[in-house]
């Protein structure tokens, strides 16, 4: 127009530019929120991680929409009102500079940039199977958690020395700033574990503060591990306090993998449970093996002789209420405190009924009167029994749990899982079950491997409604297989397996809605370049030296490619055209069109 814009055309311009974004835009939105399906059709503890950030990004792009249709343009049309010139700052001017000629080489060997690409994504794809996989990265949480497993029965007392003796041994340790324990079960039993139960919470000095700051966080753990076992009665777990949690919360174990072996005679049970404790002591990668200590708490077994009990005039209930006196305690009264009170237990000391020996001369009263020692009329022994019981779903079952160092989750627990089956044999009625975080893998895979396929599909339906051709989808489809060899190659640069959190990536997804926004003009662009060869048309086609370099050649290429920085596609025409060769109405038709480039958004030079 050859002035600047009154408040009304300027007004009427960014509706008309807003109203032209509209539709590719929400196509692109579309694209965007469809890669979060798989996302929100994950349950379970997998759902519950994963849904809050999707939930987010979902929000955002919305909200950013609306702005973006609504705020955005409003506030353009108010604020810009002076001279607006449209200029590239030096990074982009490099970056072009950069990719134009690989730009212009890929066009001339497409060919071999098409082989190119299908030997990559082939290549990626083979190494892929390679990845290994586990649930979620394990994160340094900075400090450690080492469970400390001792003798069932263990009392307080000796409890409580062991511990000083073992954080004594963790102290020997330079890169340890300290460590506290908790024993047994708290007041408030988060917990319902015995004496014999500890967890130690170890905290690291920072790592400036280590004589050696490039040392690992494993050789910290193998350092600690090497200090404390030799220490007698002791076995250890080593994980991260929350990771420790986190995987109890899981399975109800605090361990990486739980093997569960369900059945009914408890022995068979012990019996399949150390089997396969040998099985993983053999596989590479396992650490921290623990049958679960189902077994080998100390009982006190008392067995009347019925017979002599029976000469005496005594029968079994007096002996159990003499037994319960002396070993649990009876109430004999009450000791009041102002306005508290207590009960008064009689029983006997503890290093008495710790001892079969003293207890064997515990006098029972007779009803003729007089007393009789109970190891005369019963038998007294110390036996191995149960320690604990547990069930899950009506069935008793024995867990073997290990954690998995220098190795992927699950290719361990898969190589596990064959070794388990050939080499443990179980009775009849009895079965293996495997539980831990590799659970919640699997449960995750099974549904994506159903999902992503169907995201897809419906991807590639919104490509084609957006552009109404099958070839361009597919042509801007195929860089979601390219996509994912950056993914790929990533990981293994890395060396970190492929988890569910690397799974959920959507940089494709944005890839191609930037693509879609682009392709979208594609006829547009093919006007314009219509309007440029007219352009030549009535002017001296001799004294044009470059008049349509990229969007006379491929129109959708014009539209796709140069919009990705920003811009909308460039028709640059140098104005060395002699003034006296054009008409009057030659000139006006070429400032016509020149106007109508330059409102369209297109840089002419």
């Not at 929350?242 to 993998?257: H, T, W, Y």
């Not at 009924?353 to 009263?365: H, N």
């Amino acid at each position: 127009l050859g002035r600047q814009l009154n408040d009304q055309e300027r007004y009427d311009l960014t509706a008309s530019a807003t109203a032209e974004v509209i539709r590719p835009s929400l196509f692109g939105l579309g694209i965007i929120a469809a890669v979060y399906l798989p996302i929100f059709a994950l349950s379970g503890v997998e759902g519950k991680m994963f849904h809050p950030m999707a939930l987010t990004v979902v929000m955002a792009l919305v909200s950013a929409m609306i702005l973006s249709l609504t705020l955005v343009p409003a506030m353009v049309a108010l604020l810009f009102s002076g001279p607006v010139a449209e200029k590239d700052v030096t990074v982009m001017r490099g970056a072009r500079a950069a990719y134009e000629p690989v730009l212009r080489w890929a066009l001339r060997a497409r060919g071999l940039v098409v082989v190119g690409a299908v030997v990559l994504v082939l290549l990626c794809g083979a190494l892929a199977t390679r990845l290994g996989s586990e649930f979620i990265p394990n994160l340094d949480e900075g400090d450690i958690a080492m469970h400390a497993l001792r003798i069932p029965g263990t009392s307080l007392t000796q409890a409580v020395q062991m511990q000083n003796q073992l954080e004594d041994a963790v102290r020997t340790v330079p890169e340890v700033e300290r460590i506290f324990a908790k024993i047994g079960t708290a007041e408030v039993a988060t917990d319902a574990v015995p004496p014999s139960v500890a967890d130690n919470f170890i905290i690291l000095k920072p790592r400036e503060d280590w004589p050696d700051p490039r040392k690992s966080k494993a050789e910290v753990v193998a350092d600690i591990e090497q200090a404390v076992t030799p220490i007698p009665g002791n076995r250890y777990e080593f994980l991260q306090p929350i990771q420790m949690r986190f995987n109890e919360l899981i399975a109800g174990v605090r361990a990486e993998l739980a093997i569960k072996v369900f059945g009914d005679d408890f022995d068979a049970l012990v019996d399949a449970g150390h089997q396969i404790e040998a099985v993983l002591s053999g596989v590479p990668g396992a650490v921290d093996i623990q049958v679960e200590q189902a077994t080998g708490l100390p009982v006190l077994t008392i067995a009347p002789r019925r017979e002599t009990m029976a000469r005496l005039g005594l029968n079994v209930a007096d002996l159990q209420d003499v037994l319960a006196t002396a070993l649990g305690g009876t109430v004999a009264g009450t000791f009041y405190t102002g306005d508290r009170r207590a009960d008064v237990v009689v029983r006997l000391p503890e290093q008495l009924r710790d001892d079969p020996q003293a207890m064997e001369l515990l006098p029972v009263p007779l009803p003729q009167g007089g007393y009789v020692p109970l190891g005369e009329i019963a038998e007294l022994g110390l036996e191995s029994g149960l320690n604990q019981i547990n069930r899950e779903n009506g069935k008793r079952r024995v867990v073997v749990t290990a954690n998995v160092r220098g190795r992927d989750l699950g290719s361990f627990v898969a190589e596990v899982q064959r070794r388990v089956a050939e080499q443990v044999t179980v009775p009849a009625g009895y079965w293996v079950e495997y539980g831990g975080t590799f659970e919640n893998l699997q449960s995750a895979s099974r549904r994506l491997a159903v999902v992503v396929p169907v995201t897809l599909a419906l991807i590639f339906g919104l490509l084609l409604m957006a552009l109404g051709s099958a070839r361009d989808a597919a042509v801007i489809f195929s860089g979601v297989p390219l996509a994912l060899t950056g993914g790929v190659l990533a990981l293994l640069l890395r060396d970190i397996p492929f988890s569910i959190s690397a799974g959920v990536a959507d940089g494709w997804a944005s890839r191609i809605a930037a693509i879609v926004a682009d392709r979208s003009d594609a006829d547009e662009a093919a006007d314009k370049v219509a309007k440029a060869r007219e352009l030549r048309e009535v002017t001296n086609p001799q004294m044009i030296q470059n008049p349509v370099r990229v969007a006379e050649q491929n129109p959708a290429l014009g539209a796709q490619v140069l919009r990705d920085n920003g811009t909308v596609g460039i028709i640059e025409i140098q104005q060395n055209i002699p003034v006296q060769d054009l008409t009057t109405d030659d000139m006006k038709q070429f400032t016509d069109l020149l106007a109508e480039f330059r409102g369209n958004g297109l840089q002419v030079e």
